[in-house]
Structures are given as structure tokens and as C-alpha cells.
């Protein structure tokens, strides 16, 4: 019952942006109200951001209109998602590495495309090169990834990241 009262006192009447200290029955107690900076309480920890990690994504489209997924591990960030095939993201990416890191799809060429995608994680934020490639309508998937029809997109659980780098090499018609 006393938890519950202090957090009724919180949410009603000691509540941060507007304190009503006349009304509160810990006024004579209270060291906010006497050095007269209660209304600076609680105070919030600096937000922690993390160190800019970077990375590629790869967005492979067939001649059939189909995008090339692969599900991430269970465990980790982002676990058993649906994602574009991609590079390791880090703090020292090296673009011409991560190249080397794209799916080997037969008779097809990796193209890089202008600007970037930024996404902030809570612990870091992050910035994508996207490369773009054709790939013909029978070409099986690598090993450990799928073909996804376009307009089955929606129904993948994509994270908001890979939503962003497939707009970027989609929507804005960069791979047809």
C-alpha cells in the first residue's frame, strides 16, 4: 500500500514537469521544496550514444520481381529477423572488406549506391552503404537465404533498419 501511495503522489501530485507542492503532505520534509529547485527532479542520466558503427547491405533483385532475404541468428541484435544479406557492423569498416562479403550470385555486378541509410539503435547509432545488384529469374538463392516476392514484403519481419535500405534501393528506383 505505501509503494502504491508514493507512486499515486508521483503521477498526481509530485510529478516532474509540474510539482504541486502546495497540495503535497511531504511538503515540510521535502529538500526539492526548500532549496526551491523541485521541479528539476527526477533528474535523468545523460543519455549514453555509443560509437558510430558502419556496414554494407546488399539488395539483390530478380528479373521476376523478387528480393534476396536471409534470417538472422536467434540470438543478438535484431535475432531471427528478416534482413537484406549485409557486412559485419562496425566502429572501423573498411568499404573494400565488405565488398568482399557480398552474396555470390551468378552474372551479376554489385553497384553502390548514392547516400546512405542512418538508423539509431538505443546503444548506437548506425550508417549503411547500399549496393544493388540484377539477378536472373531462375538464379537459385546461396546458401541460407530466399527469394521474397515484393509485395510479400510487408508481411516479412523486417526491422525497421532493413525497411529503410530496401526504400532506399527500391522506392526511389534504384533497382528495377
Known amino acids: 500500500d505505501f509503494a502504491q501511495a508514493l507512486m499515486d503522489l508521483g503521477a ?63 540470438k543478438g541484435l535484431l535475432g531471427g529477423m528478416s534482413e537484406v544479406p ?26 553502390k549506391l548514392a547516400g546512405l541509410v542512418r538508423h539509431t539503435f538505443t546503444h548506437f547509432p548506425l550508417e549503411l552503404t547500399v549496393f544493388t545488384a540484377q539477378a536472373a529469374r531462375a538464379l537459385p538463392p546461396p546458401k541460407g537465404a530466399r527469394w521474397v516476392k515484393i509485395a510479400d514484403l510487408p508481411g516479412e519481419a523486417l526491422p525497421n533498419v532493413m525497411r529503410k535500405v530496401l526504400h532506399h534501393a527500391l522506392d526511389r528506383g534504384q533497382v528495377r
Open 12 to 74: 498526481t501530485i509530485c510529478s516532474p514537469k509540474r510539482p504541486a507542492c502546495s497540495l503535497c503532505p511531504w511538503t515540510e520534509s521535502c529538500l526539492g521544496c526548500a532549496r526551491g529547485d523541485q521541479e528539476a527532479f527526477p533528474r535523468k542520466a545523460p543519455k549514453r550514444e555509443g560509437a558510430l558503427r558502419r556496414g554494407a547491405a546488399f539488395v539483390a533483385l530478380r528479373a521476376d520481381g523478387r528480393v534476396l532475404l536471409r534470417t538472422r541468428a536467434e
Open 86 to 111: 549485409g557486412s559485419v557492423w562496425s566502429h572501423d569498416f573498411d568499404i573494400g572488406q565488405a565488398v568482399r562479403s557480398a552474396p555470390c550470385l551468378k552474372g551479376t555486378k554489385w553497384r
